[in-house]
């Protein structure tokens, strides 16, 4: 509150008493239905935050010089918030898959059911833990690599506390019963209008603070945030276009038909994949892994080639995933021709990262911080030549429906995202809270291998349990007839189901000492002196 000034505050005063009001009107519209629960949510959550501003409203106003510094305390709110969605998320992930190895973990409930478990894990996970890490880091790389404050003051916290409001309302409606029934899309029609105010909010603060920068050149890790951002807005909203039975209801029906409901679906599905979790995240390997490394990266150009790459072909692989369904063949042949074709522009970015690891592999060896980053670009080489490879028909029809998919996309969430999001935070929080490094290196040390033997446990389990399901499925007698039932098949897939949730649960036991290391490295003393950290004029050029 002391970076506001009272006009400011007047101004954060005025939108969360708007958002109470509009809780309240959902509330009272929704009485007979989960959506005034929601509503209430909304009041609680609008009215803490508005008690706050209020309560600070007379406080001393920022200094005059304000502009001269960086805006980092929204960063570090969303380090804090990032981190708590991702024990949160993990843990629902080892409970549900717990209950695939003993199903009376859901304790005969119906809020505790893996249909309501399961999305609040992957909501927890995918949007609560990395979409905090996104918001933050590209708020701390926009501003360093522009040499420019943010350009504005309410807006960084409108859109950071926006966005983990319709986190609190997704997944408290998965509890609750209100999906929409679409894969990393089952939030209702008023929590997915919400998300939209929000996300133009972000993608005009962004875009604001990119054309005020002080440096001519626009890094290349703005430009992935920057399609993150512009690409995740429209695949929100066209994915989403839903008619509600009725203001008062939860419930909406999308307005997709049939086939055209699923290929759009998974245009958006796949789509999110890649530019949520694949675009955001290079966002922060092009910037932190040099930091970290020392080293400048091995190819601009290629860089830039590998962002048109992944930008034009992602967007046309979606039906892949649709492979044997009712959708036209055609659509189906241009999906996994664009899918072999993405192994072109993953593996120039993968590349790039460990070729600019070249001298500095000393570094690797004694830094566990690095070693996320480089392990996490193994894993995006991995998991980009495995998903291509999964999208050619053939090999699709012995995958699909099979844990081979679930270890596909572990192998990319633990091994990709969740590494070099670690690696990326273990690097910022130092330098955010002007410590001299972590409070402990043999904790980083101990939750990278955590990490690494969880992620290969998980993964290798459901390689072998996908491949199995998919050969007994498969496998015909000399009658024609199936010669497994499918409950032959679960009875086969018992022991790596329980190693799945052991190497699920090894990650958690990580994420959990990552919050403790970075506590600890927050509550410690920061240093005496640091070097300036702030928004300067570019060094003239002579001549000019």
């Known amino acids: 509150m002391e970076q506001l000034t009272s006009s400011e505050r007047q101004n ?3 939108i969360l008493l708007t958002l109470a009001v509009a809780g309240a009107a959902l509330a009272i519209l929704g009485r007979n239905d989960t959506l005034g629960v929601h509503g209430v949510i909304i009041m609680v959550f609008a009215g803490a935050l508005l008690y706050l501003v209020l309560s600070s409203f007379y406080g001393p106003e920022p200094n005059e010089d304000r502009a001269a510094s960086y805006y980092d305390d929204p960063i570090k709110v969303g380090i804090v918030l990032s981190m708590a969605w991702a024990v949160f998320g993990m843990f629902m992930g080892v409970w549900v898959a717990a209950q695939l190895a003993w199903p009376e973990l859901a304790f005969d409930a119906a809020w505790s059911s893996f249909g309501r478990l399961r999305p609040a894990h992957t909501s927890g996970v995918i949007f609560g833990f990395g979409g905090n890490a996104l918001i933050a880091t590209s708020f701390h790389v926009v501003q360093r690599t522009s040499r420019a404050r943010l350009a504005g003051q309410v807006s960084p916290w409108f859109v950071l506390l926006g966005f983990n409001l319709f986190c609190l309302l997704a997944v408290s409606g998965y509890l609750l019963g209100v999906t929409q029934s679409k894969e990393y899309a089952e939030a209702e029609w008023y929590a997915d209008l919400w998300l939209v105010i929000v996300w133009v909010t972000y993608f005009v603060l962004y875009i604001a603070t990119i054309a005020r920068r002080k440096e001519p050149h626009i890094y290349v890790a703005n ?7 512009l690409v995740v807005a429209i695949l929100h909203i066209v994915n989403n276009l839903a008619v509600p039975i009725s203001w008062g209801h939860a419930k909406s029906y999308t307005i997709w038909p049939g086939v055209q409901d699923a290929m759009v679906q998974w245009w958006y599905g796949h789509n999110a994949v890649a530019f949520f979790l694949t675009a955001g995240f290079l966002g922060m390997l092009y910037y932190y892994l040099p930091v970290r490394a020392q080293r400048p990266i091995f190819s601009y150009r290629l860089s830039i080639l590998s962002f048109w790459g992944i930008t034009f072909f992602y967007m046309w692989a979606g039906s892949h995933h649709l492979h044997y369904t009712a959708l036209p063949h055609w659509v189906q042949t241009l999906g996994m021709t664009f ?9 120039a970015s993968a590349g790039n990262a460990l070729l600019t690891l070249n001298g500095a592999w000393h570094r ?3 830094d566990a911080t690095l070693r996320f980053m480089m392990a996490a670009a193994v894993f995006y080489g991995l998991s980009t030549f495995e998903g291509s490879f999964m999208a050619i028909r053939p090999v699709n029809s012995l995958s699909h429906y099979t844990d081979w998919t679930v270890g596909h996309v572990h192998a990319g969430a633990l091994g990709w ?3 070099i999001t670690f690696g990326s935070l273990y690097t910022l929080v130092p330098s955010l809270w002007k410590r001299e490094r972590m409070y402990s290196a043999a904790l980083v040390e101990v939750h990278f291998w955590l990490a690494i033997a969880g992620t290969l446990i998980y993964v290798f389990a459901m ?6 399901q998919g050969l007994m499925w498969r496998t015909y007698t000399e009658e024609g007839a199936l010669a497994y039932s499918f409950v032959d098949s679960l ?3 018992y022991p790596y189901y329980i190693a799945r949730a052991f190497g699920g649960l090894l990650f958690l036991i990580g994420t959990i000492i990552g919050c403790y290391n970075i506590w600890m490295t927050v509550r410690a003393a920061p240093l005496a002196a640091t070097r300036s950290d702030a928004p300067v004029q570019p060094a003239a050029v002579p001549g000019e």
Do not use: E, H, K, T
């Open 223 to 229: 430009w992935y945030f920057m399609a993150f951002i």
């Open 463 to 468: 390689w072998n349990s996908g491949i199995i």
């Open 491 to 493: 009875v086969a897939m």
């Open 12 to 14: 954060a005063a005025i």
């Open 364 to 366: 690797v060896r004694d």
């Open 339 to 347: 899918s072999v074709m993405l192994l072109v522009p993953s593996w």
């Open 417 to 419: 995202v969740a590494l």
